[in-house]
Structures are given as C-alpha cells and as structure tokens.
C-alpha cells in the first residue's frame, strides 16, 4: 500500500508539471502570435495610409491643375499668326478669309474650320493649320500656278477675270503681280460652268500645261506672242485628232498637235528665223501639227509649205 501510494504520488506530481508546463509553453505562445498578428496588422494599416494620402494627393493635384486650366481658358487668346507660302498671298489676305481681327480664344478655335475655310478658295491647292501653344497659330498653303486666264460674266452687270491652273482649276486670284497676269494667255472654246463653290474645273488640262510650259521656258519670245489659247479642237489627250490653236499678234493662228512639243517649237523657231513673218504678205495661219512640216498661209489666200 505504502508503495503504491507512493506510486499515486510521484504520477501526480508528473501530472501537475506536465500541466505546469503546457500551459506555461500556450501562454508563451499566444504571446507571440498576439505580437507578430498586431505586427501585420499594423503594416497594413500604415500601407493603406499611405496609398489613402497618395490617392487623395492626386485627386488634389488634378483638381487643381482643372481648375487652373479653367481659370485661364478664358484669357489664352490667339497673339501671333504665322504664314507660310509657296506663292504670292500674305497674311493680309489671310486676315480677310479667317476674320480673326477682334481676337479668339485658343479653345474654342476650330482647327479644321479653318483649314476648311482656306481651302475653300480655288487659289488653294492644300493648307495645313496646326497650333503652337501656347498663342500661335501656323497656317502653310500651297497655291495653284495660274496658266491661262478668262473673262467670264458673273451677273448682268459684273464682268470678272478669272484664272486657270494647270489642274484646271478656275478660281479668282489675289496677290498677282500685273505683269504676271498680263503675260498669261486668255483661254477660249470652253463654256465655264458655275458650282456651288465657284466654277466647275476643266478636264484634261495635263497636255495642254505641257505645251505652254515647255514654250514658256524654252522660247519664251515665241510663248510671249501667243494671245489666246483655243480648246475648240481639243478633244482630250486620247484623241488622235486633238489640236491646240495659239492666236497670236503676229502669226495670225497656229496649229499645235499635243505631241512632240518640241520638235513643233523648233520649226516655228525655224520659221521665224527664215523671215516668214516678216514679208509683206500679213501670215493668216501655220500649221505645225502634221509631222516634219509647217503650212504657212497668208492674207491673200496663198499658202507655202515648207519640210523640216
């Protein structure tokens, strides 16, 4: 008995150490789960602060950088207009098409009605308008090369000279020089037709360019003659039989054909350096058309021809 008792006594005890123990080890424990929980618990928190003040900074920043914008809009004119020209118009004509004399605001000027409104002019073959923050606007035009001229009747009682450029197109110019537009020559045989935006273009006009371009620049004295440009026989640069009639002061008409410009040129070149224009039977008409020849015809219905 005594030895069990004992036995009892000694499982107790290893009992209550054991409890002793366990519990002193979960207090222990739960003391640093407790520290590393609040641990995180606090990061969190301090990452969401700082998110928090970002996010509110920004919204700050915009809101203030909006309201700024805003408050400026009102006073941010356009100053400054710069123009730029492959031709003859300048920023006098350009204040006439834009009408910005009592000044306009950056944000409201609309870019493209204002390329739109130049454009809109036949002298006008492209025009690029942009902004240069934070007053300029810049505004780059390319321009038609007029070729021919017309007079054209516009009302009852209004009579315009028009131009026409080497694309055909028929508009009113500005800015020309007058000895520009006194060299042209007048453009007769076709009916100009009226649009809604002026008048209608001529077609086919590419051979017709070439033959006034290449006598401009490679006989100038002969091109400087020509008065009047017919397009009664010109049926279009597919046509094997299109002829050009120039009517000039002192060869009376003369007969193109749309090929070989140059080959024509230098018989007329010939001609000229022969003294047919200077006899004394006046020169009603030469025919350069037919190829290798010139048929001169003169006032008493007499004709020579001459091969080349």
Do not use: C
Not at 36 to 63: S, Y
Not at 84 to 110: A, I, P, Y
């Amino acid at each position: 008995m005594p030895s069990e008792q004992k036995t009892n006594q000694s499982e107790s005890a290893r009992r209550e150490w054991s409890d002793i123990q366990q519990s002193e080890f979960r207090r222990s424990t739960s003391g640093v789960a407790r520290r590393r929980k609040w641990t995180h618990i606090g990061r969190w928190v301090g990452m969401g602060a700082i998110a928090l003040a970002l996010v509110v900074a920004l919204a700050f920043a915009f809101h203030s950088a909006s309201r700024d914008s805003n408050a400026l809009e009102p006073a941010a004119m356009v100053e400054k207009i710069t123009f730029r020209t492959d031709g003859v118009l300048n920023e006098k004509w350009l204040s006439t098409v834009l009408d910005l004399k009592d000044g306009v605001t950056v944000s409201s000027l609309d870019l493209a009605k204002v390329r739109a409104s130049i454009e809109a002019k036949g002298q006008i073959r492209s025009a690029t308008v942009a902004l240069r923050l934070p007053d300029e606007l810049v505004v780059e035009v390319r321009e038609q090369t007029p070729l021919l001229k017309a007079r054209a009747q516009i009302s009852p009682t209004e009579i315009k000279t028009l131009l026409i450029s080497r694309l055909g197109v028929v508009y009113e110019g500005a800015g020309y020089p007058v000895n520009t537009l006194r060299a042209l020559p007048y453009i007769d045989g076709v009916m100009l037709r009226m649009s809604a935006t002026g008048f209608e273009p001529i077609g086919d006009m590419e051979p017709i360019a070439n033959l006034l371009d290449k006598a401009r620049v490679g006989w100038p004295k002969l091109y400087s003659d020509w008065r009047t440009v017919s397009f009664q026989r010109y049926h279009g640069p597919d046509s094997p039989v299109s002829f050009v009639e120039m009517h000039s002061r002192s060869m009376g008409t003369i007969i193109f054909s749309i090929n070989d410009v140059e080959d024509q040129m230098r018989r007329l070149e010939k001609l000229v350096a022969d003294g047919v224009t200077a006899s004394r039977k006046p020169v009603v008409r030469i025919d350069l058309s037919i190829p290798g020849q010139a048929i001169v015809e003169y006032a008493d219905n007499t004709s020579r021809t001459k091969g080349h």
